[in-house]
DNA sequence: TTGTAAGCGTTATCAC
DNA sequence: GTGATAACGCTTACAA
C-alpha cells in the first residue's frame, strides 16, 4: 500500500516549501496569490488530505468534544445528544459520545481516554452524583459544562431545566385538579435535578396548606420491576393517595402498565404526572399529563457555553443557567 | 501551565531509557521483573498519562471505532450502538458516534473526518441507499461492516437480521389466526431490510393460497402524521383488510393511537403485528405483538467481525450474516 | 513573501 | 535486557 501523500510531496511538487504549503492550507502568515494558486492546484491534483493525528499531536488540539452520557438509550438524553452533535458538527467540531452506563469507573476511564486524545472540551449529562472532574494531571483541566448534573467545584458551568418550577406546576395543577393527598415517586439515587423536583413538590404543598408526610407523601420504587409493581399497588389501595408526581415518565408509564392489573382507574382514582415529555407518552392509555423539558434550549446553551469556554471567547458566562419547562396536560390528570 | 510528563521524564526518574519504558507500558519485548517495578512505580506516582494522541500518530492507529447510524433517537437503533459501545470498550477501544440523520452529505463529511482521524474500522448502521465507501485516497480503505444495510461492493461483510424470516413468521400468525386478507404497512423508501420484510411478507401470503394485490396487500402511509392518520382510517374503513403487518413498531404504535378515535377494534376488527420490540410495545393498549430482533446478537456479530477485518485475525469471514428474530404474542393479535 | 529547522511523544529498528 | 536514535506529519518561531 502506497504511503499517505503529505505536506512535504505537496511542497516539492509545487516547488515551495512545506512552511509555506502549510501557511496557504490553514490561510495563515503571508503568501502570495500565486504561491496559493499553484500550491492549491497540487493539492486538488494529487488528491491530498490533511493528517488530522499529526494535527492534533501537534497542536494539542483536536477539534472534537466529548460528551459523558449515562444511558442513550433513553429518549431524553438521546435527543439531547443529538442535538448537540448537530450544532457541534455545524461549528466544525467532531462528537465523541461515551456512554457511562451510569457507572463511575467507566467515567473515570473515558475522562482519561479523552483527555490523551486531546479532546478541546466535555459536556457532562446527568448522573446521580456531583460532577468533578480530576485530571490525574492537575495542571491540565479541559473546560466542560455540565448539564442537569450540578458540578463540584462550583464555578464550573451549569445548564439545567428548571426542575423546581416543573415539579411546582405539576404539583399544583394535581390539587387545583382537586387531589387531596399527592406523592411523589422517585428511586433511591437523588440525582441534583431530582432533588429540585422535590423540593418543588413539597413547596407546592407548603403553599397549598397540604402538609407534607415523611412516611406517606414520597414513595421510594425499587428498581426490580417486579418488587415495584407490589409495591406501588399494595401502597395505593393502604392510602389514600389520590394522585402522583412521578419523577420521569419512563416510571410513569411503568406505574401506568402496573396499575391495569387492578381496580385502580387513571385519572379517577388517581391521577398521574410524568416529567420529560417522551414520545411513549401519547401511546399510552390514557395519554400521559407531563413536563416538557426544551431540549433544543438546553442544548444551543450548553454548547454556546463551552465553545466560549474552549476558545476563551466570552469570560462572562453565568455559571448557572436554568432553562424553563412546560406542562403538557394529557389523559392522566382530571380536566 | 506546565507541560504534560512524556514518556522522557519517567525515562529519567527511573533510570532507564525511553525504549525500555515504552517497552513496560506496552508490556512487549522484553525486560527484566526488576525495572519493569521500577518503571511502573514512577509512573505510578506522578500520575503519568499516555498521549493517544502521539500513539496515534506514531501508529497509524487509533484504538477507536466510527458508527454511522441515521437517527440516535430511535430505540432500536440507540439499543444496539449502547451494545456496540460496551463490547468495543471492553477491548479497548473508543466508539466515535456520529449520527447522520440520513443526510448523505453529512455521511460523506463524516466519513472524510473520520479517515483523517485514523479510525481502525468503521460500523454503518441502516439508511435507505446500498452503503458504498469512496476513500478519497483510493490506495487508503478502512475496514467496515454494514448492519442492515447492503454495502455495494458485496465481499464487504453485512450483518443483519432474519427480516424475511420475521415477515413471514408474522404473516403467518396472522393468516393462522384467522386472517384472511392481511396488508403490509411500510414508507415510502425500501431500504434493505423493508425489501426483505415485503418478501416475506408475500411469501407467506403465497404459501396459504393467499393472493398479494399491488393496490390493497400493500400501504405506503405518507410521512406527515396527520395526512397519515386520515389515509389510513379512510384505506380501512373502504376495504376487507383485517390485520396489518406494519413494517416498525413507531408505525405500529401511531397506527394504534389514530385507530383509537374510530369504531375499529384491535385485534377483533384489525390485528396488529410490527417489528423490533422497542420498550414502548408494552405500554400501549393493546399490547403491541412484534417482532424482536436480537440486538445483542447483532451487536456481536457486528463487533467480533470488524475486528477479526481491523487485526486482519480471521480472514475466512462469511461475508452476510443473518441474525434470527422471534415473534413475541401480545394483545393486538388474537390468541 | 518565503525557507530552515526545531520539536511535539511515541514506537520501532538496530546495535550492544 | 537495554539504550540510542530515526521517523511519523505538522506548526511555528526565527532568519533571510
Chains 1, 2 share one sequence.
Do not use: W
Not at 6 to 26: C, D, F, M, P, Q
Not at 274 to 302: E, M, S, W
Amino acid at each position: 500500500m502506497k504511503k499517505n501523500i503529505s505536506i512535504k510531496e505537496i511542497a516539492e511538487l509545487s516547488g515551495v516549501s512545506i512552511a509555506t504549503v502549510s501557511r496557504v492550507i490553514n490561510n495563515n502568515g503571508r503568501f502570495s496569490e500565486e504561491t496559493k494558486k499553484k500550491v492549491l492546484k497540487v493539492i486538488d491534483e494529487t488528491g491530498y488530505q490533511l493528517d488530522y493525528s499529526a494535527k492534533t499531536f501537534r497542536m494539542k488540539k483536536s477539534f472534537s468534544i466529548g460528551i459523558l452520557v449515562p444511558d442513550i438509550t433513553n429518549f431524553f438524553f438521546s435527543n439531547l445528544v443529538e442535538k448537540i452533535e448537530e450544532i457541534l458538527f455545524n461549528q466544525g467540531y467532531t462528537t465523541i459520545i461515551c456512554n457511562t452506563a451510569r457507572d463511575i469507573d467507566k467515567e473515570r476511564t473515558y475522562l482519561n481516554i479523552l483527555e490523551g486524545k486531546m479532546i478541546d472540551g466535555l459536556i457532562i449529562i446527568s448522573g446521580a452524583d456531583q460532577f468533578s472532574y480530576k485530571s490525574l494531571n492537575p495542571n491540565k483541566h479541559i473546560p466542560y459544562v455540565c448539564i442537569d448534573r450540578e458540578p463540584k467545584d462550583n464555578n464550573n458551568i451549569f445548564i439545567s431545566s428548571d426542575h423546581y418550577q416543573g415539579a411546582y406546576e405539576a404539583t399544583k395543577k394535581l390539587i387545583s385538579n382537586g387531589s387531596l393527598k399527592p406523592a411523589i415517586v422517585m428511586h433511591k439515587n437523588y440525582s441534583s435535578s431530582a432533588k429540585e423536583r422535590l423540593r418543588g413538590f413539597i413547596k407546592a404543598l407548603e403553599n397549598s396548606q397540604l402538609t407534607y408526610l415523611e412516611n406517606e407523601s414520597i414513595l421510594h420504587l425499587p428498581s426490580d420491576k417486579i418488587q415495584a409493581k407490589k409495591f406501588i399497588i399494595n401502597f395505593l389501595s393502604q392510602s389514600t393517595i389520590d394522585s402522583l408526581f412521578v419523577i420521569n415518565d419512563n416510571l410513569a408509564l411503568d406505574i401506568i402498565s402496573y396499575l391495569k392489573a387492578t381496580e385502580i382507574s387513571i385519572p379517577e382514582d388517581i391521577q398521574i404526572i410524568g416529567f420529560d415529555d417522551i414520545p411513549a407518552c401519547k401511546y399510552v392509555t390514557p395519554q400521559l399529563t407531563t413536563i416538557r423539558q426544551d431540549a433544543d434550549t438546553i442544548a444551543n446553551t450548553a454548547v454556546n457555553s463551552l465553545l466560549n469556554l474552549v476558545n476563551g471567547t466570552s469570560n462572562f458566562n453565568k455559571k448557572k443557567k436554568l432553562v424553563p419547562v412546560k406542562l403538557i396536560l394529557r389523559d392522566s390528570t382530571l380536566q
